[in-house]
């Protein structure tokens, strides 16, 4: 059937996240997408705004948005599982260009070439920096995750805290754009609503 694209979509929201975790309170696969949309989007504005930049913070919240798609069928492998080796790396990306492209039979074919430089974009006709903030977005999301279950008081987080931090340090080594929503914004979760609305 090539109309239910939108219908498959909408089922992110029954793909649960840290399959292999005890998790405090559990994450869709559409909590997680959106998160990511809206830190990629902040990141390209904080680049154009303190930094100058040009990038399309539009784009980077739509890429962002569909970024995990192809999750809807293969579910959320863990990371330790997925970069376990080289074979399982490259397995699990072909997984996943098979999945994408399942998905995108679901569309009509006048729209699959929109939605595939959505769901798939070639690094070679995008900003590769946009791509990497979004990527980066993504570790955010997950670091973000981390706080939320520490700070629930759930130990289980802990080493993935740890590993998510140093990634982020790196990243924001790399990418001032990250330094900064660390610096400024990262402190803040973890907050009770009290304290924010103070």
Not at 101 to 120: E, F, G, M, T
Not at 129 to 143: H, M, N, T
Request: proline share 5%; charged share 25%.
């Amino acid at each position: 059937m090539s109309d239910t694209f939108f219908a498959t979509m909408w089922r992110m929201k029954y793909i649960e996240r840290w399959a292999l975790m005890r998790s405090s309170r559990s994450e869709s696969l559409s909590e997680h997408s959106l998160d990511v949309a809206m830190l990629a989007h902040a990141l390209c504005i904080l680049g154009n705004e303190r930094l100058g930049k040009s990038l399309n913070a539009e784009r980077a919240a739509l890429i962002a948005l569909y970024h995990d798609t192809a999750e809807i069928i293969t579910g959320d492998l863990p990371t330790p599982v997925k970069h376990g080796s080289p074979e399982m790396k490259a397995a699990y990306a072909e997984t996943e260009k098979q999945a994408l492209s399942r998905l995108l039979q679901k569309l009509p074919a006048d729209l699959r070439p929109v939605y595939s430089r959505i769901l798939d974009p070639d690094p070679a006709q995008e900003d590769p920096y946009l791509l990497r903030l979004v990527k980066a977005a993504d570790k955010l999301s997950a670091l973000i995750k981390c706080i939320e279950e520490e700070t629930s008081g759930n130990r289980e987080f802990h080493t993935a805290m740890c590993t998510t931090q140093r990634a982020v340090d790196q990243l924001s080594a790399q990418l001032p754009e990250v330094a900064i929503f660390v610096r400024e914004f990262l402190p803040h979760y973890g907050s009770t609503l009290d304290e924010l609305l103070m």
